[in-house]
């Protein structure tokens, strides 16, 4: 890649002007007239030489091996900024590593085989899936996708609260439909679940027990209804989550942190830390000592422990399972059991960084202007699985993705319906379904076009740009991996198909016939079927890594057609 070539040659100038290592790094500059790529390498380093950053920018720019960077030209800009102008070579030789690539291209390996745990969605198991879920669903997956592009070796992990007090209310809502459907006036409790899947469970265990409690209070007896309520919505959650193409490499429940004892050793590693100290009959953790505001409540005054003991359990267990690295993607709404859950996991000696939070906004849902609020199924919000029946899979997990996680999420239904170029994910998608019509109206099979094409041939500002942006494929991966957003990756995809959509109709022989790829010139053919499928194969790769489908044949619909 010319990145490479160009680091390489700055990181030899700069060993020769006595610096040590750099990280180099390389941007696209804003405007077209200062090159092609840009660094500030003579900034980051002026001090350590104990030189003026424009003085070492123009020795850098002297010293520099132009034929070993392929560069042409390079510039000292500002205060210090080298400007980089690529040789035509470099630029064309990345089609051949793209083709060379193929379904490997963007592949790295930054993460060197380490292991890294991704946690995700983790709902109660109390209800449907919501659309907070399905953002954290699309999110998760995409986040342990580009970990798995850059070399990690990720685990996908899903934890079940399925203990405490909304199991019990759970519990309590299903006995009480169950009850009222078999003719009895029972009352829900106060603050129980009043959607209609309660009365679909409390159906279902009609159908298997019949009137076995009807009359039975007793505590085994809601234990069994409560079981048989967990069960149900599980299977619901975790095929509304296949459908949506997500899946899990385990599913950890919370319960077993009691029952393998997991909770009471963690209570007996705290205390010996000397931080936990009694007060007001309750157990605290003296969280203050790692920055919390205060100190907390680690078993209340009952006996029972309050939520976050379980999560510091749970962060344990999964260090000694090997797991030295996590990320957790969660709701803006546990910014505060974070904090919580920092200062156990720092109490019993685990280092800075473990684990690791991404904490997403909420969707807001919004048809015709209108705000929609609520499912009937479900006496609350959209469900996950009502969205995306009515959008489709691609649309909906592309538009979970498309906003940085800590950014409100608008989902626009108008603009998801929308099967034009109108539609983000559908204009790239219509664009990998262009270079696709290339081959099939040339006869050829897209896997055919083999490195080795006179790419020199391609000297067309639109194609030159168009390459240029190809090539920042892998470093566009390495940085969405590095940040745990997914959002890079979406933006890079939707300007690089509105390049290669320019690209592809400015080659109409009615406005642009220098631009047609089937042309009659072999050699310019062959060049620009390299390029159409060097196109076709980054945004296959993208899309792919984001769980999206990359249709090689798309039919728009007649009236967006006639509009």
Known sequence: MPQDAIRAALGAVLVELGGSS????????????????????????AKQLGRPPREVAQEIARRLDLKAAGVDA????????????????AVASVLDEILEGDADFGKSQVGGGRTVMVEFVSANPTGPLHLGHGRQAALGDAVASLLEWTGWGVHR?????????????????????????????????????????????????IEKVGDKYLNDDSTEALDEIRRFAVQLLREEQDRDLSDFRVHFDEY??????????????????LRATGLVYEMDGATWLRTTTFGDQKD?????????????????????????????????IQGSDHHGTMARVLSGVRALGLPEGF??????????????????????????????????????????????????????????????????????????????????????????????????????LLSQDLERELVKRLGEFPAVVDRAAAQASPHVLCDYLEQTAAAANSWYHSGNPTRNPDL????????????????????????????????????????????????
């Open 74 to 89: 390079v510039e000292v800009a500002g205060p210090g900024f080298l400007n980089f102008r690529l040789s035509h070579e």
């Open 516 to 563: 047609a790829v089937l042309v009659e010139d072999a050699r310019l053919r062959a060049a620009r079927m390299s390029l159409a499928r060097a196109v076709q194969i980054v945004l296959r790769n993208g899309l792919t890594i984001l769980g999206i489908t990359a249709p090689t044949r798309m039919v728009r619909p007649v009236e967006q057609e006639a509009a």
């Open 296 to 328: 907390r409540v680690m078993i209340r005054s009952n006996g029972q422990p309050t939520y976050f003991l379980p999560d510091v359990a749970y962060h344990k267990n999964k260090w000694d399972r090997g797991y030295h690295r996590v990320i957790n």
């Open 355 to 456: 684990p690791e939070y991404v904490l997403h906004q909420m969707v807001r849902v919004e048809r015709d202007g209108q705000e929609v609020k609520f499912s009937k199924r479900a006496g609350s919000g959209v469900t996950l699985r009502e969205l995306y029946e009515e959008v489709g899979v691609d649309v909906a997990r592309f538009f979970f993705q498309m906003r940085k996680p800590d950014a409100q999420l608008l989902f626009d239904l108008d603009v998801a319906l929308d099967q034009s170029e109108k539609n983000p994910v559908y204009k790239v998608q219509y664009a990998h379904a262009r270079m696709c019509s290339i081959f099939a109206k040339a006869g050829v099979a897209p896997e055919s076009v083999q490195p080795g094409a006179d790419l020199e």
């Open 157 to 205: 992990e899903y934890y079940y609260n399925d203990s405490g007090r909304q199991m019990e209310l759970l519990a309590l809502s299903v006995r009480a439909r169950y009850r009222q459907r078999l003719g009895r006036d029972e009352m829900l409790p106060e603050d129980g679940y009043r959607g209609a899947y309660v009365a679909e469970v409390a159906d279902e265990l």
């Open 252 to 269: 950890f429940l919370e319960s077993s942190l009691y029952s393998d004892g997991l909770v009471d050793g963690t209570v007996a590693a």
């Open 22 to 45: 750099a990280d180099i790094r390389l941007e696209r500059p804003r405007e077209k007239q200062h090159g092609d790529l840009s660094t500030n390498l003579a900034l980051a380093v």
